[in-house]
C-alpha cells in the first residue's frame, strides 16, 4: 500500500479541554514521508513540533508535545483520526496552544479530513512490523500490552475501572477501516469525584458536558452537583439516574468508555509517525503507559530499518549451492574456502552462509585466548559471494574467476567469535560492464551489521 496524504486544505475550530482557549486547526496536504508534524502559527516565528514520543512533555489526562518552550497539548483525538483515516503526511498548522476538544470524540475531525479528500502518493508505505508476541509493561501506570503479528493494524482494550458507576469493559478495532463508524463518535469520559482534583490542577477549564461524559461514582448532594455545574458552566446539574451519567446524557455505545480508551491509544501510537503492521491488546491502558509503548515501537521501527534488507535464514531449506558446488565453481579450497553455502542466488543479489567455529586455522594467532574473526577475511568470505553472483551471469561459470581489484567504504561493526553464523549478502550497485563487478556487502549476525563495503572485483578468464 502506498502513502497518502489530504487533497486540499481544511479547517475546524473550538475551545481546548484544558485551556479553555480558542483555536483554528488547519490540516494541509505534506509530501511523502513528510509523516504528522505540528506547526504554531501564532507565534512571532511559527514552530514546528515533529509527532514523536520523544517530544512528550505530559501525559496528565492528554497527550502535549513540545519543542523548547512551544507546546501543543491534547494532540491524541487528531493523530487518532488521522491513523484511522489511514493518512500518513499532513501538516497540522494550529495557532493556539491546543487542540480543539469539539465534542470529545474525533468524529467532526473526521468529517473535516473527509471533506478535504485522499490522495495516493508515488511511494510505499514504510511500517513498523511486529514480528513476534511480545509483552510490554509500563511499571509507572501497570498498564500492560501484548503485541502479536497481524497482516494489519488490530487494538483491543481490556479496562477494569475500579468504580461503582462502570464494570470492566473491553472494546476492539479489527480493522482500520471499521474506525469512522466504532470508534470516532466515542466521546472523552470523567469521573464526578475527580472534577475537583482537575480543577485545582488548573486542567479542564473548558470542560463541559457538550464535550465529556460525566459518571457519578458516587451520590453526590444537591450542594455538591452546584459546585460541579459552576465548575463546568452548566446551569444546573441533576443528579445520576440508572445509568449514572449526569443530567441523563445517553451513551453512543454501551462500552463507549472502553472504545474511546480505544481512541486514545491509537491516537497515542500515532506518535510512532509510521503504521504498525500487527496487533495489539492493552489492559488498563493510559496515555503514560500508550506513550512509552510508542516509545517502544519507535525504536523497533529504526532497528528494522536498519536490517531492513536483512535476509531471512531457514537452516531447515536446502541450500541452492552447499560447499561441493561451491568448490566446482570457485578456486579457493581450504583453509581460504569462507562459504559453507549459498541460500540465494539472483539477477542483482546472492546471500551466503559460513558457521564460525573455533577450529577455523586463523584463531590459532587471531589471538590467543581471545579468538576474533578477522575483519579482513569477513570482506573475502562476502568477496567469495559475491564471485558466485558474477559467475552465475556467465555461460561456462567453471570456466571463469574473479578477482578484487578494490575495497571502499569499509566499516566493521561488531566482533565474530566462534559460534557465529555469519550471513553474506552482497548487491549488485551497477550493471557488469566489461567484466568489472561493483557490489555493496553486509555482513550479519543475528540482528547486527558486523562488517560492511563497497567491493570491486573483476572476472577473468581461467587459465
Known amino acids: 500500500m502506498n502513502q497518502h496524504t489530504i487533497e486540499k486544505t481544511v479547517s475546524i475550530k473550538g475551545i481546548g479541554l484544558h485551556t479553555g482557549k480558542e483555536s483554528t486547526l488547519t490540516f494541509h496536504p505534506a509530501p511523502v514521508n513528510h509523516g504528522f508534524k505540528f506547526k504554531r ?13 520523544a517530544k512528550v512533555i505530559d501525559t496528565n489526562r492528554s497527550t502535549t508535545l513540545a519543542s523548547g518552550e512551544i507546546k501543543v497539548q491534547t494532540v491524541e483525538h487528531v493523530l487518532s483520526a488521522l491513523v484511522g483515516l489511514s493518512l500518513d503526511n499532513v501538516l497540522l498548522e494550529i495557532d493556539g496552544p491546543e487542540v480543539p476538544i469539539l465534542d470529545g470524540s474525533a468524529a467532526k475531525i473526521v468529517s473535516v479530513l473527509e471533506k478535504a479528500g485522499r490522495v495516493e502518493q508515488e511511494m510505499a508505505r514504510d511500517y513498523v512490523i511486529i514480528e513476534e508476541p511480545t509483552t510490554f509493561k509500563d511499571e509507572a501506570t501497570n498498564a500492560e500490552y501484548i503485541l502479536l503479528p497481524s497482516e494489519g493494524f488490530e487494538v483491543k482494550t481490556m479496562l477494569d475501572f475500579a468504580s461503582d458507576a462502570l464494570d470492566s469493559q473491553y472494546a476492539s478495532l479489527e480493522t482500520i477501516t471499521d474506525y469512522k463508524k466504532e470508534i470516532a463518535p ?103 503507559g500508550n506513550v512509552a509503548l510508542a516509545s517502544m515501537l519507535r525504536e523497533l521501527y529504526k532497528e528494522q530499518r536498519k536490517l531492513k ?28 574456502l569462507l562459504v559453507d553455502k549459498i541460500i540465494e542466488v539472483t539477477d542483482k543479489q546472492v546471500v551466503g552462509v559460513k558457521n564460525v567455529t573455533m577450529n577455523e586455522p586463523f584463531f590459532t594467532g587471531h589471538f590467543p585466548n581471545n579468538p576474533v574473526m578477522p575483519a579482513v577475511l569477513q570482506m573475502e568470505a562476502l568477496a567469495q559471494c ?65 562488517s560492511e563495503g563497497e567491493l570491486t572485483a573483476q572476472i577473468v578468464k581461467r587459465t
Open 309 to 336: 534488507g536483512k535476509p531471512k535464514y531457514d537452516p531447515n531449506q536446502a541450500p541452492i549451492f552447499d560447499s561441493v558446488k561451491i568448490a566446482e565453481w570457485l578456486p579457493h579450497r581450504y583453509p581460504f
Open 41 to 53: 502559527t501564532d507565534l512571532e516565528k511559527p514552530k514546528v513540533i515533529p509527532v514523536d514520543p
Open 186 to 288: 466515542c466521546r472523552t469520559y470523567v469521573m464526578a469525584s475527580d472534577l475537583e482534583q482537575l480543577a485545582e490542577l488548573d486542567l479542564i477549564k473548558g470542560g463541559s458536558l457538550d464535550n465529556a461524559i460525566v459518571f457519578a461514582d458516587k451520590k453526590l448532594s444537591k450542594k455538591k452537583l452546584d459546585e460541579l455545574a459552576a465548575k463546568l458552566g452548566q446551569p444546573k446539574l441533576t443528579a445520576a439516574p440508572s445509568n449514572g451519567i449526569l443530567n441523563a446524557k445517553k451513551l453512543k455505545f454501551a462500552n463507549e468508555p472502553s472504545r474511546h480508551k480505544l481512541l486514545d491509544l491509537v491516537g497515542d501510537l500515532a506518535l510512532v509517525n509510521k503504521p504498525i503492521k500487527g496487533k495489539i491488546i492493552a489492559t488498563q491502558p493510559g496515555h503514560t
Open 386 to 450: 559475491g564471485g558466485i553472483l558474477a559467475l552465475s551471469m556467465m555461460d561456462d561459470p567453471e570456466g571463469w574467476d574473479t578477482y578484487f581489484l578494490k575495497i571502499d567504504n569499509a566499516k566493521f561493526k561488531q566482533m565474530v567469535v566462534p559460534g557465529d553464523t555469519l550471513i553474506l549478502k552482497m548487491e549488485l550497485l551497477s550493471p557488469i560492464r566489461r567484466g568489472i563487478c561493483h557490489m555493496q556487502g553486509t555482513a550479519y549476525v543475528g540482528n547486527k551489521i558486523v
